[in-house]
């Protein structure tokens, strides 16, 4: 089928929304689909050739986090172009309610629709000034898909009607096979732990880490914290304590090859984060690369640990239960080990094989609805009858 996927972040910088529509639109064109995908980006960007940019986006504050997104009549005008040329024969928004082009064509677009909602906000101004505006086009949407249930709460109680679950999906394979790095394999005396994202940005939980590093290092003097993300490192760590700068190695951005290796050689990989997550695909990742995970409690990361039995948690934002937890796995390797080959069983639940047939489930059910109620429109009847355009 045709399918066209459109992001709402710009493609310039890393993120889970990007990863996500990124990693469906290559299975399924792995598996003979056209898919074609619409995203913010910058003009040098260098974009996966079904990637159409809709332009340079704009940095603004949303959920808690720095976004980039895009909106206004010329904005518009490129999704219009995008929408006529590509006769699709499903229109998949992510984020729909997200101030940017996926707002744009939910608003321009007709036939078979599918929104998945990604975010975990509960409460939300943007939200509640937006709804009325957009509220007639929201009701075109004929299949809602959310990555979690934290995701699904935000759909009910701020949009209205309901949603499939259907979690985000990671390329399995590709941690678990990826080679371990000499340079982050830690050993019993100077064991290495990772935490990845945004340096800069609160919520992700470096802070955290940070204030529990102390108690960590009396424990443990020889522990190296690797940090890879982007920031400035000279402006995350003022204030920090001479003892906890020295014992963290900033990456920097790192590729997704190098990301899969740094998962692969630690010893426990940290998820600090403070709030505003509706799911985690982080942990999947790390989890599929066969290291412990040790993050806060969550509710989102809890439903990803199955509750604590393929990962160890901590208390959200109490630096001394980080120190604790992370202090007691690493002076156990057996619990670290149970821990990460359960994760990494878990893990298998959140492939691409199993999460994009759910996705084409979803699909094929609204084209179905679509043809049933419009039995004119003869191209959604080809498609249905596997006839290719």
């Known amino acids: 089928m045709r399918v066209g996927i459109v992001c709402p972040y710009s493609f310039d910088v890393p993120g889970g929304v990007q990863f996500h529509v990124r990693d469906l639109a290559e ?13 913010p980006a910058d003009s040098e960007t260098e974009l996966p050739p079904y990637v159409t940019s809709a332009g340079r986006a704009t940095a603004v504050r949303y959920n808690g986090s720095v976004a980039r997104l895009n909106f206004g009549p010329v904005t518009a005008s490129k999704v219009g172009r995008w929408l006529d040329h590509g006769e699709f024969d499903v229109l998949h928004l992510h984020e729909p309610v997200t101030p940017s082009v996926s707002v744009l064509a939910l608003m321009a677009a007709d036939g078979p629709i599918v929104a998945t909602f990604h975010t975990s906000m509960l409460r939300s101004r943007t939200m509640q000034t937006a709804y009325p505006i957009i509220r007639p086009s929201l009701e075109k949407i004929a299949g809602r898909i959310a990555v979690s249930e934290d995701a699904r709460r935000t759909v009910t109680t701020h949009v209205g009607g309901d949603a499939v679950v259907i979690p985000n999906g990671v390329y399995v394979d590709r941690f678990a096979s990826a080679p371990r790095r000499s340079a982050w394999i830690g050993t019993p005396t100077a064991p290495t732990i990772a935490f990845l994202g945004r340096m800069g940005e609160p919520r992700k939980g470096l802070p955290v880490l940070a204030a529990a590093l102390p108690a960590i290092l009396e424990a443990v003097p020889g522990i190296r914290v690797l940090v890879a993300g982007p920031g400035d490192p000279d402006e995350v760590t003022e204030g920090w304590p001479s003892a ?110 199993v999460v994009a047939d759910k996705i084409l489930a979803v699909y094929e059910t609204v084209i179905e609805g679509r043809a049933a109620a419009t039995p004119s429109q003869g191209r959604w009847n080809r498609f249905l009858r596997g006839g290719a355009r």
């Open 244 to 353: 906890v700068v020295e014992a963290c190695e900033f990456l920097g951005a790192i590729s997704d090859a190098d990301k899969a290796s740094l998962l692969a050689s630690v010893d426990v990989y940290v998820a600090p984060n403070t709030g505003g997550e509706s799911f985690g695909i982080i942990l999947i990742e790390a989890m599929s690369a066969g290291v412990c995970v040790l993050a806060s409690d969550l509710s989102a990361f809890s439903r990803v640990l199955d509750g604590g039995s393929a990962g160890a948690m901590f208390a959200n934002e109490q630096p001394d239960d980080l120190a604790r937890a992370l202090v007691d796995l690493l002076r156990s390797p057996e619990r670290r080990a149970a821990l990460a080959g359960a994760g990494q069983q878990r893990a298998r639940i959140f492939d691409w094989s």
């Open 27 to 39: 299975h399924l064109i792995g598996q003979g689909h056209e898919v074609s995908v619409l995203a």
